[in-house]
């Protein structure tokens, strides 16, 4: 099963761009990668998702690599309220359809 | 669009007392349906995913037991609940399809003492 390794914390000053990384060394060639990020007593909120390509919406960016073994998340202008745990999560199995969260990223944006 | 609701949002339970949490999903048909479980200050922990009707998946083995009566419906039991049940619990779904984005309830807090 893939796995996601990704740093436990990250600062970032508002109205920079916040760079979130994440490890996916043995992701299979059609498994995607998603992130999700889950501010204090929410439910986790989709932010993106991506294959090979790199993605944008409105929330952020999705930066793949090549080889795709790591991804980066981009908020481009980081706010107070992007203040929360990130998830970067690959999916496991097309025929289990299992998520598997890792511990995440907690990002703190600071004024 | 996919709505999920859970309810109860909160719950506090004894312990030796038992559990039903609820979660029911509209705008898809036949979804993939999940339940995790967070403890305070960790990560999501999945319990059970359902792929269809009365088709349950546990992923870790506990007191806790899911049923699916219903396309739509998924359910969380515990016969006799411990103080380690104690958790923020999320239902999710994933419509059908290669890639579709899987959507979050709001999420239950159950204490347990």
């Known amino acids: 099963d893939a796995k996601t390794t990704q740093p436990p914390s990250m600062d970032c000053a508002e109205g920079r761009a916040a760079n979130l990384p994440c490890n996916h060394s043995?992701?299979?060639?059609?498994?995607?990668v998603y992130w999700y990020r889950q501010i204090h007593s929410q439910g986790p909120q989709y932010i993106i998702h991506g294959l090979k390509n790199n993605e944008t919406n409105e929330m952020a960016s999705l930066i793949i690599t090549e080889d795709r073994k790591s991804s980066t998340l981009i908020l481009p202008h980081a706010t107070l309220r992007d203040t929360a745990v990130y998830y970067c999560?690959?999916?496991?199995?097309?025929?289990?359809?299992?998520?598997?969260f890792g511990t995440g990223t907690r990002l703190q944006v600071f004024p | 669009s996919q709505t999920i609701h859970q309810w109860p949002a909160t719950l506090v339970q004894p312990v030796g007392s038992p559990l039903s949490l609820e979660c029911t999903v509209e705008g898809t048909s036949n979804p993939n349906l999940y339940w995790y479980r967070q403890a305070a200050g960790r990560g999501l922990q999945l319990l059970f995913y359902s792929v269809g009707i009365g088709q349950i998946s546990s992923e870790v083995p506990q007191n806790l037991s899911a049923s699916r009566p219903q396309d739509r419906q998924f359910i969380l039991s515990s016969k006799k609940l411990l103080l380690s049940d104690s958790g923020f619990y999320l239902c999710?779904?994933?419509?059908?399809?290669?890639?579709?984005?899987?959507?979050f309830g709001e999420g239950s807090w159950l204490t347990v003492v």
């Open positions: 999560i690959v999916r496991v199995s097309y025929n289990t359809d299992k998520l598997i």
């Open positions: 043995t992701i299979s060639g059609n498994e995607y």
């Open positions: 999710a779904l994933r419509p059908m399809g290669p890639e579709n984005t899987i959507y």
